[in-house]
């Protein structure tokens, strides 16, 4: 457990956000009490969902 948190960690700094959400998913899958993974889990589905957003709103703009 704590590798893959390690891991995702590492993940999160290279701003690989869906590997990192991959990592603590299996993480939590193995210690799902264990309240730093699921933070952790929480703030990379926010960024993700954020990017996401931006992502759109970019090709909203490029076609007007």
């Given at each position: 457990v704590?590798?893959?948190?390690?891991?995702?960690?590492?993940?999160?700094?290279?701003?690989?956000?869906?590997?990192?959400?991959l990592?603590?998913?299996?993480?939590?899958?193995?210690?799902?009490?264990?309240?730093?993974?699921?933070?952790?889990?929480?703030?990379?589905?926010?960024?993700l969902?954020?990017?996401?957003?931006?992502?759109?709103?970019?090709?909203?703009?490029?076609?007007?």
């Amino acid at each position: 457990v704590k590798a893959l948190h390690r891991k995702a960690s590492a993940h999160i700094m290279l701003k690989q956000y869906d590997d990192a959400k991959l990592d603590l998913l299996a993480a939590t899958k193995l210690d799902p009490a264990n309240k730093a993974l699921q933070d952790s889990l929480a703030s990379v589905e926010k960024t993700l969902a954020r990017l996401e957003q931006e992502r759109q709103q970019m090709f909203q703009r490029m076609f007007e």
